[in-house]
T-cell receptor, first 119, second 117 residues
Framework: AQKITQTQPGMFVQEKEAVTLDCTYD???????LFWYKQPSSGEMIFLIY??????QNATEGRYSLNFQKARKSANLVISASQLGDSAMYFC????????????????FGQGTILTVHP | DTGVSQDPRHKITKRGQNVTFRCDPI?????LYWYRQTLGQGPEFLTY????????KSRLLSDRFSAERPKGSFSTLEIQRTEQGDSAMYLC???????????????FGAGTRLSVL
């Protein structure tokens, strides 16, 4: 079974609009972390935002926020006020176990969503 | 503060040749990871180091692959007798691992794109 599922292969948004990228996950571990990364065409994976399984509030980092619904096992990324430079591939990833747990922090990634921002 | 550096950025080789990639992590980071990413897919975990110790290897890492981190700083990933199926982007990441409560955010390099002809 897929541990991270991103059901949107591609998304389009108008500049200055908000967009939501979907991510669902599957784990039986009570302690886990969820990450979003951006990968522009240059190839580098850029960390955007993190949500811990025990965090009470949804994470926010500037224009990025994470809509964390634990019971539904979803961790959707919301980008507000889209910019042309936001056009890239976006990956959701999960780390199972605590930061020092036996998983050693390795990440499991989804297949990604290509976001295109139109002017 | 420099980020994670990978060298070379691109490598073209013929089937059967050996190749070696280098990764320089962020200087104070004790954890180093290698991932492989094929076209249109998310990265897949290959192996992990804590300081100089290789603590986990994925089943994806066949015996043709070997990774080292001799002094707990830079790391090398070698592929022997390359096959066309090895063509991919090889990504390195590093993090400051802490036992409890840490986000353990992994910061990635720009990757090495390998093409096996």
């Amino acid at each position: 079974a897929q541990k991270i599922t991103q059901t949107q292969p591609g998304m389009f948004v108008q500049e200055k609009e908000a967009v939501t990228l979907d991510c669902t996950y599957d784990t039986s571990d009570p302690s886990y972390g969820l990450f979003w990364y951006k990968q522009p065409s240059s190839g580098e994976m850029i960390f955007l935002i993190y949500q811990g399984s025990y965090d009470q509030q949804n994470a926010t980092e500037g224009r990025y926020s994470l809509n964390f619904q634990k019971a539904r096992k979803s961790a959707n990324l919301v980008i507000s006020a889209s910019q042309l430079g936001d056009s890239a591939m976006y990956f959701c990833a999960m780390r199972e176990g605590g930061a020092g747990g036996t998983s050693y922090g390795k990440l499991t990634f989804g297949q990604g969503t290509i976001l295109t921002v139109h002017p | 503060d420099t980020g994670v550096s990978q060298d070379p950025r691109h490598k073209i080789t013929k089937r059967g040749q050996n190749v070696t990639f280098r990764c320089d992590p962020i200087s104070e980071h004790n954890r180093l990871y290698w991932y492989r990413q094929t076209l249109g897919q998310g990265p897949e975990f290959l192996t992990y180091f804590q300081n100089e110790a290789q603590l986990e290897k994925s089943r994806l890492l066949s015996d043709r692959f070997s990774a080292e981190r001799p002094k707990g700083s830079f790391s090398t990933l070698e592929i022997q007798r390359t096959e066309q199926g090895d063509s991919a982007m090889y990504l390195c990441a590093s993090s400051l691992g802490q036992l409890y409560g840490a986000k353990n955010i992994q910061y990635f390099g720009a990757g090495t794109r390998l093409s096996v002809l």
